[in-house]
Structure formats: C-alpha cells, structure tokens
C-alpha cells in the first residue's frame, strides 16, 4: 500500500468553478501535508503546506487535513485557466516526503 | 529559485550501463531525494538523504544507489540500466526544520535507456 493515495484521473472543469482535490494517508507517523503544483515538463513546486490537522487559506486556495481519518483536501475557489496543471498531494514524517499520484486538472475557458 | 541543479538534463543510454545522476545544491540544506516520475505512478521515492553520508532507501531503490560526500552533491547511480529505469528523475531538497519541510525540486532528468 502506497504511504499517501491519490485518485489520479484527470479533472475537467469550466473557469470559475471550485476544484476538488483529495488523497488519504496510511502513515501515522506523517505530521506535515503538502500540495504541489506541476506545470508539463517542469519539477513540482509547492503550493501549500499545513501542520496536523486543520484548514489553511492563502488565496484562492484552501488546504485541509483531517488526521483522524487521514485525509487531505485542497480547494480551488474561481478557477482560472492558469490553475491548469498536476496537482500533487504528499506527506512528510521521519525524514520521508511520499507523494499520491497526482491529478490532472484543466480549467477550460 | 532555490539554488538546485541536476546534471545531465537528458540522457540517453544503453541497457547495461552504468549511469549515474548529479544533484547539486547551494542552500545548505540538509535534506535530499531523490525521485522518479512515470505515468500512472506519479512520484516516487528512490533514495534520501539526511546528513552527508547518512542515506536510506525509499519505495524503489532496487536497482539504485546512492552517495552523499559533501552537503552540496547527492548522486544517484543507477548500476546496470535497464529498459524499465527509462523515467523522468527529479532531485529534492529540504531544509526539514521543525517549522515544516517545504521541499525544492529540480528541473529533472529525463533518461532514456535502449
């Protein structure tokens, strides 16, 4: 079983639109959750990060974590057209960064 | 930009040779992955470091090592390249303080084996 699971199949949606992202995790001992953002034929780059449990906001983005049922969500509030790229979810605890899948998403204008 | 570079950026090679993958930093971090990326498999870890000389293996190191001799380099080799190690290698680097770990990413190599 892979330590964080992401649904990787591709997302469609119209500009404007709130985008839905999730994964779960299977390592308790992760503390820290990111999202990473990967634009075609370039390395990631982060895009959040949130410690434990809890919901962060910067912007149009929201990250949540939810531990007690080890799940991680990030939203996409009024979608642009920029916002199209692989969006990675991954944890981190002792020393290790695992990543899920990744999905990707097209906002169409 | 952090100031992560990964050398050759493309490399196309034969099944049976040895490979090997240079990652080089100037932030003095202390942390470094290794990574590589294929389709329907997303990213996955092959080697980390996190101390010079102190490595451990990730999800898919068979087929891999690793040396860390200064802060700065982390190489991976890839001992007798095989058609399936065809990918795309991304290098990583992270301070992991207490704070958090916000993880840098190279521009990646892309390795073709034939």
């Known amino acids: 079983q892979k330590e964080v699971e992401q649904d990787p199949g591709p997302l469609s949606v119209p500009e404007g639109a709130i985008v839905s992202l999730n994964c779960t995790y299977s390592?308790?001992?992760?503390?820290?959750f990111m999202w990473y953002r990967q634009y075609s034929r370039k390395g990631p780059e982060l895009l959040m990060y949130?410690?434990?449990?809890g919901n962060k906001e910067d912007g149009r983005f929201t990250a949540q974590v939810d531990k007690s049922s080890k799940y991680i969500s990030l939203f996409i509030r009024d979608s642009q057209p920029s916002d199209s790229a692989t969006y990675l979810c991954?944890?981190?605890?002792?020393?290790?960064?695992?990543f899920g899948k990744g999905n990707q998403v097209v906002v169409i204008p | 930009d952090a100031g992560i570079t990964q050398s050759p950026r493309h490399k196309v090679t034969e099944t049976g040779t040895p490979v090997t993958l240079r990652c080089h930093q100037t932030?003095?971090?202390?942390?470094m992955y290794w990574y590589r990326q294929d389709p329907g498999h997303g990213l996955r870890l092959i080697h980390y470091?996190?101390?010079?000389?102190?490595?451990d293996k990730g999800e898919v190191s068979d087929g891999y090592s690793v040396s860390r001799s200064k802060t700065e380099d982390f190489l991976l080799t890839l001992e007798s390249a095989t058609s399936s190690q065809t990918s795309v290698y991304f290098c990583?680097?992270?301070?992991?303080?207490?704070?958090?770990?916000?993880?840098?990413f190279g521009q990646g190599t892309r390795l073709t084996v034939v």
């Open positions: 990583a680097i992270s301070a992991g303080t207490t704070r958090g770990t916000e993880a840098f």
């Open positions: 390592n308790s001992a992760f503390q820290y």
């Open positions: 949130t410690y434990s449990s």
């Open positions: 991954a944890g981190y605890g002792n020393n290790r960064l695992a």
């Open positions: 932030e003095n971090h202390r942390y």
């Open positions: 470091s996190y101390g010079v000389k102190d490595t």
